[in-house]
């Protein structure tokens, strides 16, 4: 079974300043990994993914992510944020073989500020 | 739209009726999740489909709640003899997966907020 961490549940910020929700997991076997973000009133959107390859992930927002094997984290990171990031983001792990299912974090809270 | 869709989006009921949602993946999608998200936590896994298959269950998913997705397209979750702790949000995803293999990445619908009075 595999499990997620993310110890923050609300992160205040000013806008224009750096900003890194963190996400630790467990898993006995090779994982994919996710950040999902859900912006008030909406469903959840796919922000970025970790499957293979190169452990820096980025999204078309200027977030980005990477893959830690060896402390089993997948930090999300912005250089500045903007007031439309405030939003809450949630990171998820899934098997990367076989049937899987996604097992969720319970989400952090961004909150951006003027 | 094309997107993952959820009706209704908002459910009031009393305690001891039964209550039924609908969910229409991205039609080309062949698997699709259902989920639970209560207050302050993250979305926890309840069953997902694939075509028509039921190919697992949480231990979340307790007798009086049923999933169906009779003809391998939309699908339905039935929560029977609700109770008060049943009150959260109902999400719904699909993804599209040509095999047996892993899932690269989930769409999600709006999601229904249930509350049982």
């Known amino acids: 079974a595999q499990s997620v961490t993310q110890l923050d549940s609300q992160v205040p910020v000013f806008e224009e300043a750096p900003v890194e929700l963190r996400c630790n997991y467990s898993?006995?076997?090779?994982?994919?990994l996710f950040w999902y973000v859900q912006y008030p009133n909406q469903g959840l959107q796919l922000l970025l993914k970790?499957?293979?390859?190169?452990?820096l992930v980025e999204s078309i927002n200027g977030f980005e992510a990477e893959f830690n094997k060896s402390q089993t984290s997948f930090h999300l990171r912005k250089p500045s944020v903007h007031i439309s990031d405030t939003a809450e983001y949630f990171c998820a792990v899934s098997r990367n073989s076989g049937y899987s299912t996604l097992t969720f974090g319970k989400g952090t809270m961004l909150l951006v500020s003027p | 739209d094309t997107g993952v869709s959820q009706d209704p989006r908002h459910k009031i009921t009393k305690r001891g009726q039964n209550v039924t949602f609908r969910c229409d993946p991205i039609?080309?999608?062949?698997?699709l999740y259902w989920y639970r998200q209560t207050l302050g936590q993250g979305p926890e896994f309840l069953t997902y489909?694939?075509?028509?298959?039921?190919?697992?269950k949480s231990r979340l998913l307790s007798d009086r709640f049923s999933a169906e997705r009779p003809k391998g397209s939309f699908s339905t979750l039935e929560i029977q003899r609700t109770e008060q702790g049943d009150s959260a949000m109902y999400l719904c995803a699909s993804s599209f997966n040509p095999g047996t293999g892993p899932t690269y990445e989930q769409y999600f619908g709006p999601g229904t907020r249930l509350t049982v009075t």
């Open positions: 489909f694939q075509n028509e298959a039921q190919l697992e």
């Open positions: 970790y499957l293979s390859g190169s452990t």
């Open positions: 039609s080309e999608h062949n698997r």
């Open positions: 898993s006995s076997v090779s994982v994919y």
